[in-house]
């Protein structure tokens, strides 16, 4: 009973390493609506708009094997749709995305589509109406986030994603490839056991899932105790406790066939302490080609109670290539394989989109909300660029133009002058107000700048109204004027420039028409008053007398009054002419109401023309 008590340390120690190596980034439910945990005891958040703002979530038709497949999110708008999640820059990550279509639309049609990662083509995705399609991927990101995209081909196929995970890995993992390429799995086998091993002690810390798989023609368990499991990519203790092997040492165990750029990464941990039995286990690792075959790398004799690792790694292959285990001569015991991993290489991954174009359109989508549902790489991969960009096609590309016309943009413009390669600004027919910014006359390869049906005011910057190279068109933008020329006031800004709003002063404004009312139409007033005195101390009371007119009560009235009253009726059908220029009608000045006036003697009728 000693013994063991002795290990007890061990496992310990063990347990706590795998529980703190591996890290669990992100375990995204697309399309769920509730945080749950799986049998793994790995908890699932929902998608939301810091990781996604796009798409409409889905309740799969059909029973699933998992109720993370449950829900979906698909995409039937924009070339691409992507998921965006924080990370370390450098950081080794390994990404897995699942794909159930469980019929959700009612079609039977599973769709294809692309997959894209950090701007990178990953694969074309075949769903499946029935199966959980997977795809998994370990790199080394090179921003600050990791963004997984799907993108639609076909008219007809409309894109979706089932689940999205993300984890830590260490950088010492799978070290053999270059840094600057990905890793695609093809595989991930556990000779010899019986269930799939995943996430939790004595599983994998990392969360590699691994399928259990007949290798060879016959299964064995290890009786050892424990087995230290420190080397390359630190497999889980669950993958060395089972191997798979033949019956004979004449017997190759074959692994299968091979493409070109491949990555095979075998775990050799023997079963039984063949020292105590005074036996040898020891094989190669041999290729069959259609031209040539034999051994490659050193003879292999797996030890007990650890594990040794061996890879093969950049092949240049035929389709008829095989690899296979076989027992060397002297070996008593036939060959035999815990675990086997199968990488495709990616080809070099690209550095993404310009940062000083990254970083301007960052700033675009934070002055402007509804330009936020676009993320991954703005350019990449060609032809997925966002919809409202073009893009160079250098190997670092660069935004050339912007076609944000009608994006209910509204507010000031911000500072994108780093944006120096762009030839093309069109942000017409928005609601876009403030002065237009100097920065836009100083691009040196502007060519076309559409700023028309705006709310834009101030005069137009010097540097961009005597640019010959650009195309200005500004139409549509009353309080716009022309540089040195008296600008028209906006509403609700004057002057203004970006990161500032001036309002302007109404009071001042609206006493401009008082005084204009009431000094021009006395002004007058004054000569209309003394060239009638003129007229009737000219005329005297005979010439009055040949005027019929009517008094208050239809009888004949003073010739003096007649007159008096025509004077009065000139003075006052000037007045509200000369009011009707300065306000409009109806005139402020007679408090008129519409559609009827009232003279001073209280008269009503028809409001003179």
Same mark, same amino acid.
């Given at each position: 009973?000693?013994?063991?008590?002795?290990?007890?340390?061990?496992?310990?120690?063990?347990?706590?390493?795998?529980?703190?190596?591996?890290?669990?980034?992100?375990?995204?439910?697309?399309?769920?609506?509730?945080?749950?945990?799986?049998?793994?005891?790995?908890?699932?958040?929902?998608?939301?708009?810091?990781?996604?703002?796009?798409?409409?979530?889905?309740?799969?038709?059909?029973?699933?094997?998992?109720?993370?497949?449950?829900?979906?999110?698909?995409?039937?708008?924009?070339?691409?749709?992507?998921?965006?999640?924080?990370?370390?820059?450098?950081?080794?990550?390994?990404?897995?995305?699942?794909?159930?279509?469980?019929?959700?639309?009612?079609?039977?049609?599973?769709?294809?589509?692309?997959?894209?990662?950090?701007?990178?083509?990953?694969?074309?995705?075949?769903?499946?109406?029935?199966?959980?399609?997977?795809?998994?991927?370990?790199?080394?990101?090179?921003?600050?986030?990791?963004?997984?995209?799907?993108?639609?081909?076909?008219?007809?196929?409309?894109?979706?994603?089932?689940?999205?995970?993300?984890?830590?890995?260490?950088?010492?993992?799978?070290?053999?490839?270059?840094?600057?390429?990905?890793?695609?799995?093809?595989?991930?086998?556990?000779?010899?056991?019986?269930?799939?091993?995943?996430?939790?002690?004595?599983?994998?810390?990392?969360?590699?899932?691994?399928?259990?798989?007949?290798?060879?023609?016959?299964?064995?368990?290890?009786?050892?105790?424990?087995?230290?499991?420190?080397?390359?990519?630190?497999?889980?203790?669950?993958?060395?406790?089972?191997?798979?092997?033949?019956?004979?040492?004449?017997?190759?165990?074959?692994?299968?066939?091979?493409?070109?750029?491949?990555?095979?990464?075998?775990?050799?941990?023997?079963?039984?302490?063949?020292?105590?039995?005074?036996?040898?286990?020891?094989?190669?690792?041999?290729?069959?080609?259609?031209?040539?075959?034999?051994?490659?790398?050193?003879?292999?004799?797996?030890?007990?109670?650890?594990?040794?690792?061996?890879?093969?790694?950049?092949?240049?292959?035929?389709?008829?290539?095989?690899?296979?285990?076989?027992?060397?001569?002297?070996?008593?015991?036939?060959?035999?394989?815990?675990?086997?991993?199968?990488?495709?290489?990616?080809?070099?991954?690209?550095?993404?989109?310009?940062?000083?174009?990254?970083?301007?359109?960052?700033?675009?989508?934070?002055?402007?909300?509804?330009?936020?549902?676009?993320?991954?790489?703005?350019?990449?991969?060609?032809?997925?660029?966002?919809?409202?960009?073009?893009?160079?096609?250098?190997?670092?590309?660069?935004? #050339?133009?912007?076609? *944000?016309?009608?994006? %209910? $943009?509204?507010?000031?413009?911000?500072?994108? !002058?780093?944006?120096? /390669? @762009?030839?093309?600004?069109?942000?017409?027919?928005?609601?876009?107000?403030?002065?237009?910014?100097?920065?836009?006359? #100083?691009?040196?390869? *502007?060519?076309?700048? %559409? $700023?028309?049906?705006?709310?834009?005011?101030? !005069?137009?910057?010097? /540097? @961009?109204?005597?640019?010959?190279?650009?195309?200005?068109?500004?139409?549509?933008?009353?309080?716009?004027?022309?540089?040195?020329?008296?600008?028209?006031?906006?509403?609700?800004?004057?002057?203004?420039?970006?990161?500032?709003?001036?309002?302007?002063?109404?009071?001042?404004?609206?006493?401009?028409?008082?005084?204009?009312?009431?000094?021009?139409?006395?002004?007058?007033?004054?000569?209309?008053?003394?060239?009638?005195?003129?007229?009737?101390?000219?005329?005297?009371?005979?010439?009055?007398?040949?005027?019929?007119?009517?008094?208050?009560?239809?009888?004949?009235?003073?010739?003096?009054?007649?007159?008096?009253?025509?004077?009065?009726?000139?003075?006052?059908?000037?007045?509200?002419?000369?009011?009707?220029?300065?306000?409009?009608?109806?005139?402020?000045?007679?408090?008129?109401?519409?559609?009827?006036?009232?003279?001073?003697?209280?008269?009503?009728?028809?409001?003179?023309?």
């Amino acid at each position: 009973m000693v013994g063991p008590f002795k290990l007890l340390p061990v496992l310990l120690l063990a347990l706590f390493t795998f529980s703190v190596s591996g890290e669990l980034i992100a375990s995204i439910d697309c399309g769920g609506t509730e945080i749950q945990t799986d049998t793994n005891l790995i908890i699932w958040s929902p998608d939301d708009d810091t990781v996604i703002s796009n798409g409409q979530a889905y309740v799969t038709r059909t029973d699933s094997k998992s109720p993370i497949m449950n829900t979906l999110r698909a995409f039937t708008t924009r070339k691409k749709n992507c998921y965006s999640y924080p990370v370390t820059q450098r950081e080794q990550v390994l990404v897995r995305v699942s794909f159930y279509y469980g019929n959700y639309d009612g079609l039977s049609k599973p769709p294809t589509f692309d997959l894209h990662f950090d701007g990178n083509f990953w694969a074309t995705v075949e769903t499946s109406i029935s199966e959980v399609i997977t795809y998994e991927a370990i790199y080394i990101v090179k921003r600050d986030s990791v963004s997984v995209c799907v993108a639609q081909t076909k008219p007809d196929q409309v894109p979706f994603i089932s689940a999205l995970e993300i984890r830590g890995v260490d950088s010492d993992f799978y070290d053999d490839v270059s840094a600057s390429r990905a890793v695609f799995l093809n595989s991930r086998f556990s000779c010899g056991a019986s269930d799939t091993l995943r996430y939790a002690f004595p599983d994998d810390a990392y969360d590699r899932i691994w399928v259990p798989a007949k290798c060879g023609t016959k299964s064995v368990a290890s009786d050892a105790i424990f087995i230290d499991t420190t080397g390359p990519n630190k497999p889980p203790l669950g993958v060395l406790q089972y191997a798979g092997t033949v019956d004979t040492t004449s017997e190759a165990l074959f692994l299968g066939p091979v493409s070109a750029m491949n990555y095979i990464i075998m775990y050799f941990s023997d079963v039984t302490d063949v020292t105590s039995t005074s036996q040898t286990r020891s094989f190669r690792i041999y290729e069959s080609k259609t031209v040539g075959s034999g051994p490659i790398q050193s003879v292999i004799s797996p030890p007990y109670g650890s594990v040794e690792v061996r890879n093969l790694t950049y092949f240049t292959l035929d389709s008829a290539t095989n690899v296979s285990l076989a027992a060397t001569v002297g070996s008593d015991l036939p060959p035999l394989l815990n675990a086997i991993e199968s990488f495709d290489i990616s080809e070099i991954l690209t550095n993404g989109t310009d940062n000083n174009d990254v970083d301007a359109l960052a700033l675009l989508q934070t002055t402007f909300d509804v330009l936020q549902g676009w993320r991954g790489d703005p350019c990449l991969p060609a032809p997925y660029s966002w919809d409202w960009l073009n893009c160079s096609t250098d190997a670092t590309p660069r935004v #050339t133009a912007l076609h *944000l016309d009608g994006y %209910n $943009l509204s507010g000031l413009l911000p500072d994108i !002058s780093s944006m120096d /390669a @762009l030839q093309i600004i069109d942000m017409h027919k928005n609601s876009l107000t403030g002065t237009i910014p100097s920065f836009l006359g #100083t691009m040196p390869n *502007l060519q076309q700048l %559409n $700023l028309a049906d705006n709310q834009l005011s101030g !005069s137009i910057p010097t /540097a @961009l109204s005597k640019n010959n190279k650009v195309k200005l068109t500004v139409t549509g933008n009353p309080s716009l004027c022309a540089p040195g020329k008296s600008c028209p006031s906006s509403p609700g800004t004057i002057n203004a420039t970006p990161g500032s709003t001036t309002t302007t002063n109404s009071k001042k404004s609206s006493s401009l028409p008082v005084i204009l009312g009431t000094t021009i139409p006395a002004f007058f007033l004054v000569w209309v008053a003394a060239g009638i005195f003129i007229i009737l101390r000219k005329r005297g009371k005979p010439a009055n007398t040949n005027i019929p007119t009517n008094g208050a009560n239809g009888h004949s009235g003073g010739g003096a009054n007649g007159l008096h009253k025509i004077g009065e009726g000139m003075v006052h059908e000037f007045m509200e002419n000369v009011a009707q220029q300065t306000f409009g009608s109806p005139s402020p000045l007679f408090g008129n109401t519409g559609g009827e006036s009232s003279d001073q003697y209280g008269e009503t009728g028809n409001q003179v023309p």
